[in-house]
């Protein structure tokens, strides 16, 4: 009989490795990603599309909006601008545009919801 099972795939292990970067908010961009990992962009972004579908860029601003969110859900007591710096944007423009296209609303928009009765996502 053979003994075929299930094989390991040495590339599932490396974009594994990949992703778990894309949780530590130093990583703010592909190039922090693939020299930790010890790669080019080119590779890693392959290696993206290989086991998620999408590309590396894309998963990395949802991880960054995500931080954002919860450094707004926490109370964050800068401006909008020193989030953005925060986290690694270039300006706050281009954290709006992000925010916008992952949650639907703005950081303002966001950070004000408690306080507008009735809106979706509070509490009165």
């Not at 390991?8 to 990949?18: E, L, N």
């Not at 990395?60 to 601008?81: F, I, N």
Request: hydrophobic content about 40%; aromatic content about 8%.
């Amino acid at each position: 009989m053979l003994g075929l099972g299930p094989s390991t795939d040495a590339g599932y292990d490396r974009f594994r490795m990949m992703h778990a970067l894309l949780d530590d908010p130093t990583v703010t961009r592909l190039d922090d990603v693939a020299d930790r990992v010890g790669c080019d962009v080119r590779t890693l972004q392959r290696t993206f599309r290989r086991y998620t579908g999408v590309g590396p860029k894309r998963m990395l601003v949802r991880a960054r909006v995500m931080a954002a969110v919860a450094a707004l859900d926490r109370g964050w007591p800068g401006s909008l601008t020193e989030l953005a710096h925060e986290f690694g944007w270039f300006d706050q423009a281009h954290l709006i545009r992000d925010f916008r296209r992952i949650t639907g609303m703005t950081p303002a928009g966001y950070a004000d919801r408690d306080t507008v009765p009735g809106a979706p996502g509070t509490n009165r």
